[in-house]
């Protein structure tokens, strides 16, 4: 494989599961260099893998000139939504943000940010959103005639388990989406049955209680939690401290995307399926963030700037090689 002489210069913020995933992701990538890390931590206490630079947020701007894309890897609740804009305004950004409800809002607030600065900024990026969407949409432009079917699990969702451990009153805690196996076989079977929500996947949490803390009132903050857990039958579990660090430190996760169609004229029967099993789930999402932050710079000198989303940004961007070496091996 040839790699570009010009290296990628990234910088990561915050340093949680999907932080340090990234970090891990660019030591497989020759192209890409990791700079700095940079954390509302003290930067002493904060302990890399491969012994980067720590600074605090506010040296960012001062450290402008020394990244060309910056990965955004904290939560979609409460962190995105104001650090998004903020860093797009400065930086080439790419960010997870995966509240799919929100997204047009969001797209919108970076774009302008973006914009002004005259930034790429790739948002929504990871598996789903991300590969499911990119998947969703060809199976449709495919497939005209018929249904797109999206099922997420078992397994751990990062951004839902975030939105848990925010609520008042927890002190850790995590979240399993788990898919309907009766509405997969349906679907599979190509009946294209009418599934709302609530039918496809059910919600399950995991929690640890601060003490003192209203158990009643926690279990309600949760699963009316409008875009996370309100439209989902969702169960909540109080466990203890021990039992989350003994049963529930792994983050698998995974998923389908099934596309029923028929073609001819309704003669054929069509299934397209797609599917991701992950033993780490922060792990893979780190990984295709940085596959577009390749995607992002490319972008940016091609002389493009604003908010991006995985449909805007052509295949063959997110690869080290050249679309010589992409047409002779892969096409």
Known sequence: MVVSDNIIRIGIVGYGNLGRGVEASIAQNPDLRLVGLFTRRDPAEVKTLSGVPVHRMRDLERLRQDIDVLILCGGSKDDLPQQGPQLAALFNTVDSYDNH???PEYFAAVDKAAKSGNNVALISVGWDPGLFSLNRLYAEAVLPEGA???FWGKGLSQGHSDAIRRVPGVKGGVQYTLPVPSAIEQV????NPALSTREKHTRECFVVLEAGADAIAVEQAIVTMPGYFADYDTTVNFISEDELR???HTMPHGGFVIRSGTTGGGASQQVIEYRLKLDSNPEFTASVLVAYARATH?????GQSGAMSVFDVAPGLLSPRSPAELRKGLL
């Open 101 to 103: 409800s929100a997204i």
């Open 148 to 150: 797109t079917y999206t």
């Open 188 to 191: 599979r079977a190509g009946g």
């Open 246 to 248: 003994r049963n529930h």
């Open 298 to 302: 490319r972008l940016r000198q091609q």
